[in-house]
């Protein structure tokens, strides 16, 4: 099986010269399909512009990005919007809802922006409500809605369009526990029902937890690796938990 993300030697540096940060000093490794990937660090360590690298919200100072086989960095300008809008998926922490479009609006918004089938994104419309516990909520704005409604509606925007690879960005940051097991939960089911493959940037070892892989990042270079084996998820979170005191991270409580 081929990889659907392709990683080498990646590169991010900030300032000029005489005052350099290198935010990413030479990451290598590699998402395979139906992957639930979470990258972990302390704040500065580099996670966030990884993402943001692979979001092509910004650009690498080297290295190389592959995604199902394309190199990003010698796509066109064209060929870039056209990865943006059907090959991943973004996930944010504050939901980046339209405040005067329904639910439904926003879920339906990158047809509009990208293109697609509005009879299968009608469809595929139901069917993620149906899973997401979003159906009552489908004809309310965002401001009627709860935190975890409204990441759940973005989450439901996110997937409309059957994207290759989900970007999560902090997704449970703003949300209180409750919300943040829910929703959690939801993209667990997604990406075993569906084989969604997600890659997540969080400091929240609660929600990592969820995860079946996690890279440790600090100083802009990996340094850990865990993956999920045989053991109940409050077992997977110990070991996260352990790993993150190192980092001067973590929380206390599992949930």
Do not use: W
């Amino acid at each position: 099986m081929e990889p659907i993300l392709n990683i080498e030697n990646l590169t991010k540096v900030y300032g000029n010269t005489q005052n350099q940060t290198k935010a990413l000093n030479g990451i290598t490794f590699q998402v395979m399909p139906g992957e639930f990937l979470g990258i972990m660090g302390s704040s500065g360590s580099g996670k966030s512009t990884l993402l943001n690298c692979i979001a092509t919200v910004i650009k690498p100072s080297g290295g190389n990005i592959i995604v199902q086989g394309n190199n990003l960095g010698k796509m066109s300008s064209k060929e870039v919007v056209a990865y943006r809008g059907n090959t991943v998926g973004y996930l944010f922490q504050n939901f980046e809802l339209l405040d005067n479009l329904t639910a439904s609006e926003n879920i339906l918004l990158p047809l509009t922006l990208h293109g697609g089938s509005e009879k299968k994104s009608r469809h595929r419309l139901e069917q993620l409500a149906e899973s997401l516990d979003i159906v009552d909520i489908l004809d309310k704005f965002p401001p009627q809605m709860s935190g975890g409604q409204r990441q759940r509606v973005a989450t439901a925007r996110a997937l409309i369009l059957h994207p290759k690879l989900i970007l999560a960005d902090e997704p449970t940051g703003a949300l209180d526990s409750k919300n943040a097991k829910n929703l959690m939960e939801k993209l667990s089911i997604l990406n075993q029902e569906e084989e969604a493959t997600i890659l997540m940037v969080t400091h929240d070892c609660n929600a990592a937890s969820f995860c079946k892989r996690i890279l440790f990042i600090q100083d802009g270079v990996i340094f850990h690796e865990i993956r999920r084996e045989d053991e109940s998820r409050g077992e997977f979170y110990a070991r996260i938990l352990k790993v993150m005191a190192q980092l001067g991270g973590g929380s206390s409580n599992v949930f």
